[in-house]
């Protein structure tokens, strides 16, 4: 059975930056394309990032752009976005995607 895990997550200033790590098991990651999404309190979960299953295609939401890099390691079976200048409303909890399996997510705080 498909399981993601979440980690990385944290409390930090607008301005810092955290990198985010997805576990993958239970299915041949690197026949996927995998997700980031986010969810703030008392919004609906928005897709943040994709990566398809080789790496090579890979894109943003708008208003990520330029600041987030999503990335895999297919052998080492995770999936990490790096998340940079970031800004009050980065605030969320951040879950990773593949197909219809959802991690548990990881909450991250911007705020000074």
């Known amino acids: 059975q498909a399981q993601l895990v979440e980690s990385g997550g944290g409390l930090v200033r607008p301005g810092e930056s955290l990198k985010l790590s997805c576990s993958a098991s239970g299915f041949i990651l690197s026949l996927y394309a995998m997700n980031w999404y986010r969810q703030a309190p008392g919004q609906e979960r928005e897709w943040v990032a994709g990566i398809d299953s080789s790496g090579r295609i890979i894109k943003y939401a708008d208003s990520v752009k330029g600041r987030f890099t999503i990335s895999r390691d297919n052998y080492k079976k995770t999936v990490s976005l790096q998340m940079n200048s970031l800004k009050p409303d980065d605030t969320a909890v951040y879950y990773c995607?593949?197909?219809?399996?959802w991690g548990q997510g990881t909450q991250v705080t911007v705020s000074s």
């Open positions: 995607n593949v197909r219809d399996t």
